[in-house]
């Protein structure tokens, strides 16, 4: 009985020991699998993360590179609008604008001054217009108009010309003609033209009249009619 539980026993064990070998190998198996397929994971997430790491290291160096241009680009479109802010800063437009009118008056008074050098020596004719019953009294050379003066009981116009196409005008009430303000200026409505439209203009104060107001365009329109009415009537003096 004890040879046959001895046998039984030994039998156990061994059938025991052939189970935990085959359990051992399939479980190391199994871990080795595992290990090697973390590995292979591992690696390649490692790789993908060398290779996200070099696209993004390549992709800073381009845009670091890029950035350079474009930022030379941003400076230079802003120091072009730098340059040229009339497009785009209207108070720099506006002082442009003065600057340019300054200039263009500027060149008004300095033919008008030619102007009145010249009237000295000119002809002088005198004649009443029976349209308008005004006096009028006219200076120039030949074909070329310098000056007309009109006057009725209302009005007082001196009219200056250059190359026969008006540049200055200035309008008096008869009731002020002769009189002066307080800078010892003659008082007058004073209007300045430029390729036969008008760039300015004042009051009998000597204020500026308002370009978009009613008052400046109908002195400027009546005033070319005027200009004009008396050129053709000196050239049928001739």
Request: negative net charge.
């Amino acid at each position: 009985m004890n040879s046959k539980k001895t046998n039984i026993i030994i039998i156990l064990l061994a059938i025991g020991t052939i189970i935990a070998a085959y359990l051992a190998i399939e479980f190391f198996g199994k871990s080795n699998d595992d290990i090697i397929r973390e590995s292979i994971i591992d690696e390649m997430i490692e790789e993908k993360k060398e290779l996200t790491d070099e696209e993004e290291e390549k992709d800073y160096v381009e845009e670091s590179e890029n950035n350079l241009p474009r930022d030379n680009e941003s400076e230079s479109d802003e120091n072009i609008e730098i340059e040229e802010p009339l497009e785009n800063n209207p108070i720099q437009e506006a002082k442009t604008i003065q600057e340019r009118l300054k200039e263009d008056v500027d060149s008004i008074i300095s033919k008008f001054i030619e102007l009145e050098s010249l009237i000295s020596f000119s002809e002088k004719s005198e004649w009443f217009d029976e349209n308008l019953q005004m006096d009028v009294r006219s200076y120039g050379e030949g074909m070329d108009l310098y000056k007309v003066e009109a006057n009725d009981n209302e009005m007082h116009f001196e009219i200056y010309y250059w190359e026969n196409i008006v540049i200055f005008v200035l309008a008096t009430p008869t009731d002020k003609l002769g009189q002066t303000n307080d800078k010892g200026q003659p008082i007058g409505y004073r209007m300045y033209f430029k390729d036969n439209k008008m760039i300015a203009s004042t009051d009998l104060d000597f204020n500026v009249v308002d370009p978009n107001s009613q008052d400046f365009i109908t002195m400027e329109d009546f005033t070319l009619r005027l200009s004009y009415y008396f050129y053709l009537s000196y050239i049928e003096q001739r």
